[in-house]
């Protein structure tokens, strides 16, 4: 069982950005795909962003391409979600998931095997 725990979520206007973080619970972190989910209010949970174990390889959301920038650090078994020009539309819980040994940088949800308990970001106009 793998826990994933994120944290950096808050309050920001728009234009501003925040940097999300999601810690992992195994010693096998590098052998995972992790991404990121996003869910609105009165909305179905979207992909936003994933790292593929293997190469680095990474893919987004179209609507956040050139803004949000996700990254990992094996070492700290934590991956990152760098949002910069942040918009109102972009207010949603924010999950982390993870892919054990996972093909490529999957966008859909039913790819991951863990995930965490979300963290809210507001984004205010």
């Known amino acids: 069982q793998v826990q994933l725990v994120e944290s950096g979520g808050g309050l920001v206007q728009a234009g501003g950005s925040l940097r999300l973080s999601c810690a992992a619970s195994?010693?096998?972190?590098?052998?995972?795909?992790m991404g990121w989910f996003r869910q609105a209010p009165g909305k179905e949970r979207e992909f936003v962003a994933a790292?593929?174990?293997?190469?680095?390889?990474?893919s987004y959301l179209d609507s956040v391409k050139g803004r949000f920038t996700i990254s990992r650090d094996n070492a700290r078994n934590t991956v990152y979600l760098q949002m910069n020009s942040l918009k109102p539309e972009d207010t949603a819980v924010y999950y982390c998931?993870?892919?054990?040994?996972?093909?490529?940088?999957?966008?859909?949800?039913?790819?991951?095997?863990?995930w965490g308990q979300g963290t809210q970001v507001t984004v205010s106009s």
């Open positions: 790292i593929s174990w293997s190469d680095g390889s990474t």
């Open positions: 998931a993870a892919s054990y040994i996972g093909g490529g940088p999957s966008v859909s949800s039913g790819e991951y095997d863990y």
């Open positions: 195994t010693r096998t972190f590098r052998r995972y795909t």
